[in-house]
């Protein structure tokens, strides 16, 4: 991860500019995600291309959205029929997630190549959309609040990297990359709030309101690196809790702990109301993070 990361800044890092959304928070996860599955580094671009489309233009069945699905899950059969057809007969040592879906079984019952390559896609899709907000929005927070901005890097600093973790959770809280719940159905009638909720209407839990509660946090609205009592929803609760949630903490830690050491007078571009969010019916990320920093002596 770290190296993914460095390799990332020095592509921008003599320019004294970037968009910290397209030139890394972006494509950080996807390279990410693309190792861990196995996919060879010289397709990973075209990944890179195929999700950019999807999540610029969000997931409906329009034009080049489409195209770039079907790219994607094709890709993907394809990359799996090969794997399956070299697999050897005795796993090896690192051997990456895709071979591990066409090993698994259940009772003797392997997953079919178009099972494995649907549990491929949506790993990739899950595993970096919200770790692109997570960088986006984080790294945004920290541009508009510089005193936690100097307490993180002061920390940095010193070797301490425990204000890192609860850094990253609180990030999590404050302005996370998942604004809503999937969606929920309710199996019968029940009153929530003074509202009565019939049974079959749909349900939306708006986990960025919840991550704001003062009746769960004190001074929500309040940005503490530090804040050590943080059961935040970033990642679910229970048994929907995100598979993937150790890796999204390695690559925010990572990310945000390298942007402010390597370019340590990085400050935003643009004025914060010029900044655009996507939208959409879960997600809320930045379409574009503008900055500014001096660049480091060689």
């Not at 190792?35 to 999807?54: I, T």
């Not at 390559?117 to 692109?132: C, D, K, N, R, S």
């Not at 609205?221 to 943080?230: A, H, K, Q, S, Y």
Request: glycine fraction near 12%; proline fraction near 6%.
């Amino acid at each position: 991860m770290q190296e993914l990361t460095d390799d990332l800044i020095d592509r921008f890092a003599d320019g004294g500019s970037a968009d910290l959304i397209h030139d890394f928070a972006f494509p950080l996860p996807i390279y990410a995600i693309c190792d861990l599955l196995g996919v060879p580094r010289e397709d990973q671009d075209d990944f890179r291309d195929w999700a950019g489309m999807m999540i610029r233009h969000g997931g409906g069945p329009r034009g080049g959205v489409a195209r770039s699905v079907k790219k994607m899950r094709g890709y993907l059969a394809e990359l799996i029929h090969r794997k399956r057809e070299a697999l050897p007969a005795v796993p090896a040592p690192g051997e990456d997630l895709i071979s591990g879906l066409i090993r698994a079984s259940d009772h003797g019952e392997h997953l079919t190549e178009n099972e494995a390559a649907a549990m491929a896609f949506i790993l990739l899709f899950a595993g970096f959309e919200t770790t692109v907000n997570l960088i986006g929005n984080g790294t945004y927070a920290l541009l508009t609040h510089p005193g936690q901005r100097e307490r993180l890097q002061r920390a940095l600093a010193a070797g301490e990297r425990g204000l890192l973790e609860t850094g990253v959770e609180e990030l999590l809280r404050y302005d996370g990359p998942v604004e809503l719940a999937t969606w929920r159905y309710a199996t019968e009638p029940v009153t929530i709030g003074g509202q009565r909720v019939a049974a079959g209407d749909p349900v939306l839990v708006v986990l960025a309101a919840a991550d704001r509660d003062p009746e769960r946090f004190a001074d929500p609205d309040v940005l503490d690196l530090g804040r050590r009592d943080n059961q935040h929803l970033g990642y679910g609760h229970g048994i929907h809790y995100c598979l993937g949630a150790p890796l999204a903490r390695l690559e925010g830690q990572t990310a945000l702990a390298t942007l402010l050491t390597r370019l340590p007078d990085l400050r935003l571009a643009a004025e914060p109301a010029e900044l655009r969010w996507r939208g959409g019916l879960i997600m809320r990320g930045l379409r574009t993070l503008p900055v500014e920093f001096t660049p480091p002596r060689k």
